[in-house]
């Protein structure tokens, strides 16, 4: 199973997790449910007009924490910004609900990244299981 399938399996399973960031010296963290693969990245989408648009501009290191019931994942890296239109649409036709939001009435845009220099790590109650570079 190659690096980028355990990730997004973990992630899958969990259904929902948890994307960290900072804003000025203090950390955020709030749940989200969608990510998605495309051309050997993982992506994730939160919308430009929000809060963590902003602090991942301002600061990219982030981290995605999932739960699975016996295991977690701590993904981290740098957040990439893709501009490409394309994504966009396949994450709205991934998730149609999202097209209530991220259109041309609310004029709300989803903005797509994925991690660079990234770092997965699968853990158990006793540590880190696995670690893999991507």
Same mark, same amino acid.
């Given at each position: ?57 301002? /600061? =990219?290191?982030?981290?995605?924490? #999932? ?5 977690? $994942? %701590? ?8 501009? /490409? =239109?394309?994504?966009?649409?396949? #994450? ?5 609900? $999202? %097209? ?35």
């Amino acid at each position: 199973m190659a690096n980028n399938e355990k990730v997004v399996q973990f992630l899958e399973k969990a259904q929902i997790f948890y994307l960290t960031t900072v804003d000025g010296s203090k950390p955020k963290c709030r749940p989200i449910s969608f990510s998605m693969e495309h051309d050997g990245k993982i992506y994730f989408g939160v919308g430009t007009y929000k809060n963590v648009y902003r602090q991942l501009q301002e /600061n =990219p290191n982030t981290e995605v924490c #999932a739960f699975t019931g016996q295991n977690f $994942l %701590r993904y981290y890296g740098k957040a990439e910004f893709d501009p /490409n =239109p394309e994504l966009v649409e396949k #994450a709205l036709d991934a998730v149609p609900v $999202l %097209r209530d939001v991220y259109n041309e009435q609310t004029g709300y845009k989803l903005g797509m990244f994925y991690l660079t220099d990234a770092t997965a790590e699968i853990c158990g109650m006793m540590g880190v299981e696995e670690t893999i570079s991507m």
